[in-house]
């Protein structure tokens, strides 16, 4: 698709917990304009717009849809109405970036997507994990060789405490609607989405088989151990999840950290950090085992404070709307890594493995929600 040139006009939709983060890169870059915010709560949008020089407030999405000088806009509402959200966008000509995960379930996600191309626009989902830097230098150094032929991805969450203002400032209600019946299964769901949309992306390759034990405790995810076969048979993949409510991370955002270990049969890749900054530690970190010439080469020059993922998230729309370039993070690679969520709660389920390719609707966990 060609890019619109120019100068976009972004109108921003949910001005929740999460939206200054992610507002903060249109803000920064230069070439487009933050024109309106809408959010139905009572002064939010009001607050919001003023705090960020944009001109006009909504508490109504049709009327905001309707103003003819909004070009795109940013979908930061709860995931159960991406949906119904992105296709009234799209029925107003808009382009469209939306938070993750795209939707609630596969034919949601491929109805918007649909939706999106029959009016020739862009539909994008805004994944701060495949813009964090230390993972796209990780990406680059596989896809350079660096490791030889990647053999195991390892991605590792663990959730806790943390004493950081972002936690402590966050807004209750955004907790309400990821753990009921508006949710498909909760922090899994919700958080993990970013892990399954990095597993597909650091080697570019889909995962046809899935084993997971996921078990259900105060967040239904912990622990959860999951086991991915790529479509490469000599590639396997390995997702951990844990809660560990007695452990405080150091972190500036959630009180949460992930490790990322990427083994090829030349070397080791760790990202050894993203959510928090739990290890003093360079945030990738590459052995390289040649037989007369083995190396650990740090990047400690790479930036690596994780709200940089959301920045370049926005710069990188903006280059979509502005050149025309593929917008990342594609619906069709979202559509993706839903089907490997649920894959990984029916692969819990059933205790048999699963091949996510053939989940076209949704998968809860059984006895979701509480
Ligand atoms: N990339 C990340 O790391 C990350 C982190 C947190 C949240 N998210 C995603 O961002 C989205 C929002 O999450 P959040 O934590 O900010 O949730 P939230 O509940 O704090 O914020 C959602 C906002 O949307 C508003 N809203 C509801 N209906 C609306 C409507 N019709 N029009 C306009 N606004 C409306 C709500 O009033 C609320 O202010 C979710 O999809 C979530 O998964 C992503």
New binding site residues.
């Given amino acids: 698709m060609s890019g619109i040139g120019g100068r976009p006009r972004i109108g921003i939709?949910?001005?929740?917990?999460?939206?200054s983060l992610n507002v903060h890169g249109y803000l920064s870059d230069p070439r487009c304009d933050v024109v309106a915010v809408?959010?139905?709560?009572e002064g939010?949008a009001a607050a919001a717009a003023a705090e960020w020089g944009a001109p006009k407030a909504f508490t109504d999405?049709g009327a905001m849809l309707a103003d003819p000088d909004i070009d795109a806009v940013e979908i930061?509402?709860?995931?159960h109405?991406?949906h119904e959200?992105a296709l009234a966008a799209v029925a107003a000509g808009k382009h469209v970036s939306c938070?993750?995960?795209l939707a609630n379930s596969v034919a949601d996600a491929r109805a918007m997507a649909t939706a999106a191309e029959a009016a020739g626009v862009i539909l994008r989902v805004s994944e701060?994990y495949r813009h964090y830097p230390p993972l796209e230098r990780a990406r680059q150094l596989i896809a350079e060789g660096a490791i030889g032929r990647p053999t195991h991805i390892r991605l590792r969450t663990v959730v806790g405490q943390t004493h950081s203002d972002f936690q402590a400032g966050l807004?209750a209600?955004?907790y309400v609607?990821r753990m009921n019946a508006h949710s498909p299964g909760g922090h899994l769901f919700?958080d993990m989405i970013?892990k399954y949309a990095v597993a597909l992306w650091l080697v570019d390759r889909d995962i046809v088989s899935v084993q997971a034990v996921v078990r259900r405790r105060d967040h239904f995810f912990e622990p959860c151990a999951a086991l991915f076969e790529y479509d490469d048979p000599r590639l396997l993949g390995t997702m951990e999840v844990s809660y560990a409510p007695s452990m405080w991370l150091r972190s500036s955002f959630y009180g949460a950290d992930e490790f990322f270990e990427i083994q090829g049969d030349e070397g080791f890749l760790w990202v050894t950090r993203c959510t928090g900054e739990m290890l003093d530690l360079s945030p990738i970190v590459l052995y390289q085992g040649g037989k007369d010439n083995q190396t650990t080469t740090t990047f400690s020059d790479v930036p690596s404070a994780w709200d940089l993922g959301f920045d370049r998230s926005a710069f990188h729309f903006i280059d979509a709307l502005v050149d025309g370039v593929p917008a990342e993070m594609s619906a069709e690679d979202a559509t993706k890594a839903l089907q490997l969520c649920f894959a990984v709660y029916q692969a819990g389920n059933t205790s048999a493995a699963v091949d996510p390719r053939t989940i076209e609707d949704k998968v809860v966990p059984d006895g979701w929600p509480r």
């Fill in positions: 939709v949910g001005a929740g917990n999460i939206a809408c959010d139905p709560v939010r999405l930061l509402t709860p995931t109405l991406h959200h938070q993750k995960p701060c807004e209600d955004g609607w919700d970013h």
